[in-house]
C-alpha cells in the first residue's frame, strides 16, 4: 500500500457548474479566493470548455484574473474537455494542473466531451504532450469509474484496463471517478488497492459524487484501502450535470476535514479562513 500524504482538492468548479442561474464573476472570485487562504494542496477553480455546454463557467479567465495567488500555497486546476481547451488553459502560467474528464462509459464520453473513448485517448496523450511543454500536470478523471446508468460494460478488468493505459502513457494523477453516486465501500476497498498495485508511481486519487447519508463509509473505506488524494466541496454542493443524475453532490469537505482529522491527519489549514469561506458560500450557493 501506498503511504503518501494527505492531499485535499477543494472543488468550487464542480459545485459551481450545475447551477443554473449565473453567479456574478466578483463573488466566484471572492470565494475562490476564501478558500485560497485556506491551506488547500489544490483548487479546482474553472474551466475551460464550451458555453453551451456549461455557461456558468463561461466566466473562467475572468474569474482567474481576480484571484489573489500572492500568499497561498495552494495550486489552481482547471477542467478541460478537449485539444481546444488544453491549449487555452496553456496560456496562463498561473495554472498548475490541466484535468481531463475520460470516461470509461462510451455513452458518458459523448455526452460529456463529444467524442468517443478511442479519441479521448488521443486527447489524453496530446494533452500529456502539451503539459510536458508547458510544465504543468494533467489530471486525468476516469470517469464513471463504479459504473454507469446507460448499460455500457463495466467491471473491475474494464477499469484497470483504462488506468493501466492511461497510466503507461504518462499519467502521473489519476483520479477513480464516481460521477452518479453509485459506488459503495466495497466497489472502494476492491478499486483503490487495484489501482495503486497496478499503476505504478501515479497517484490515485478519489472523486466521489455521493449523498450525505453515505458519503462518511466511503471516506473511510478509501483511507483505509490506501487513499490520500480527495476531491470534495464546501458542503458537499454540486454534481455532474452531463450526466443526468440530478447532482448527487460532492463529498462535505467539512465532513472530510473531520474524519482526517480524528486520525490523526495533520492537514496545516487555517480553520478561521475555513470558516469564513463557509460563510461566503452560503452567498454563492444561496443557501
Known sequence: ???????LIECPRD???????????????AYINSLLAVGFDTIDFGSFV???????LTDTREVLAQLDLSETRSKLLAIVANLRGAEDAMTFPEISY?????SISETFQQRNTNSSIAESLHTVEQLLELCDKHQKTAVIYLSMGFGNPY?????????EQWATALTER????????DTTGVSSPEKIAELI???????GSAEIGLHLHSTPETSLEKIEAAYNSGCRRFDSAAKGFGGCPMAADDLTGNLATEELIAFLEARGEVLNLDTSKWQEALS????????
Do not use: W
Open 15 to 29: 459545485a459551481m457548474q450545475g447551477i443554473h442561474d449565473f453567479i456574478p464573476t466578483a463573488l466566484k472570485a
Open 280 to 287: 461566503l458560500s452560503a452567498q454563492v450557493f444561496k443557501t
Open 193 to 199: 488497492p487495484l489501482l495503486n498495485n497496478k499503476c
Open 1 to 7: 500500500m501506498k503511504q503518501q500524504p494527505v492531499k
Open 50 to 56: 464550451s458555453a453551451r455546454a456549461i455557461p456558468q
Open 98 to 102: 490541466i484535468g481531463f474528464p475520460f
Open 151 to 159: 448499460g455500457d460494460p463495466y467491471h473491475k478488468e474494464v477499469v
Open 170 to 177: 504518462g499519467t502521473k494523477i489519476l483520479s477513480l471517478s
